[in-house]
């Protein structure tokens, strides 16, 4: 689970943060590269934004991204055969729920 858990961390850090670099690169704004860190990410910009409009884009492009997946993860839970349970008025998850339910909560 722990791995499952990390990996999928760092897929979502990746995802985030070339969201930011794809859009930025459609407002001609290039992008040097992209440094990862433990808990987090930076797309790092060779020059300032050309608009205010490709900065916005270039900004919010990450969290969307990030609610996305947020939201791929959570179905996934539903979506999973025996991922949720309900026995004895009782809710039970499996071990793959739990770890999609850690990424849908961490996106």
Known sequence: M??????????SIVLHELAHAVVARQ?????????LFVFGGVAEMEDEPT???GEFLMAIAGPIMS???AIVFYLLVLLI???????????????????LLYLAGIN
Do not use: C, N
């Open 51 to 53: 608009s205010a409009k």
């Open 27 to 35: 407002y001609d704004m290039p992008i040097r590269g992209i440094t």
């Open 81 to 99: 055969p025996g991922g949720v349970s309900v026995a004895d008025g009782e809710m039970a998850l499996s071990a793959q729920a739990v770890v």
């Open 2 to 11: 722990g791995v499952a858990g990390l990996l999928g961390l760092a897929v």
């Open 67 to 69: 609610l996305g997946l």
